[in-house]
Structure formats: C-alpha cells, structure tokens
Nanobody, 123 residues
Framework: QVQLVESGGGLVQAGGSLRLSCAASGRTFSTYAMGWFRQAPGKEREFVVGIRWNGGWTDYADFAKGRFTISRDNAKNTVYLQMNSLKPEDTAVYYC????????????????WGQGTQVTVSS
C-alpha cells in the first residue's frame, strides 16, 4: 500500500503563491507516476498536472500551464506543486495521487489518493 499526505494549503490573496507537498510512504515511490487533482464545491474532481516516475514527462491542464509547476524528489519520496499567480477560481481541495499503470497521466485511474489540502484564494 501507498500512503500519501498533502500539506501546504491555506488562505492566500489573488496573485499570491503557495507550494503544496505530498509525502509518500509504504512502497517504492520512484516506481509510481504522480498527479495532482482538485475539487471545488459543487464540481467534479479535475486533473491539474501529472508527472512520470522518472520526471521525464509531464502533463498540465490548460489552466495550470504557465502558473503551476510539478516536481518530485524521489530521494525524499515527495512530490511538489508550486502554484503562482493564484486566482479565486483556483479555490479547491487539492489531492495528490499515485499510480503504477501505463496510462495517461491525466486519466483518473490512480491507485492511491491523499486526504487533500484546502486552498482558498481571496479576491
């Protein structure tokens, strides 16, 4: 099993920045692709960004390109999401996820999910 714990969420003004972290344990982290998803009230969970196990390929949702950056440190079993130029519409619970599958990063078929961390952006 893989356990994922997100941290770094909070309240920030529009235009500000946050860096989310996701610490993984239980299995060999470096063999898993990782992704970030988010869910706002009344909306379906949506893909934000994903990264392959070796970091050689990433996939960003259109709204995230140019503002968000995913990275991973396999030695620390941690994946990060740097979010800049935040907008009120970015307000959501952000989840990290892990999968050991040969499928598209933006597909929601991840095997493990974290508990989520709240991000609130004020106008």
């Amino acid at each position: 099993q893989v356990q994922l714990v997100e941290s770094g969420g909070g309240l920030v003004q529009a235009g500000g920045s946050l860096r989310l972290s996701c610490a993984a344990s239980g299995r060999t982290f470096s063999t898993y692709a990782m992704g970030w998803f988010r869910q706002a009230p009344g909306k379906e969970r949506e893909f934000v960004v994903g990264i392959r196990w070796n970091g050689g390929w990433t996939d960003y949702a259109d709204f995230a390109k140019g503002r968000f950056t995913i990275s991973r440190d396999n030695a620390k079993n941690t994946v990060y999401l740097q979010m800049n130029s935040l907008k009120p519409e970015d307000t959501a619970v952000y989840y990290c996820a892990a999968k050991y599958r040969d499928s598209a990063l933006r597909s929601a078929n991840y095997d493990y999910w974290g508990q989520g961390t709240q991000v609130t952006v004020s106008s």
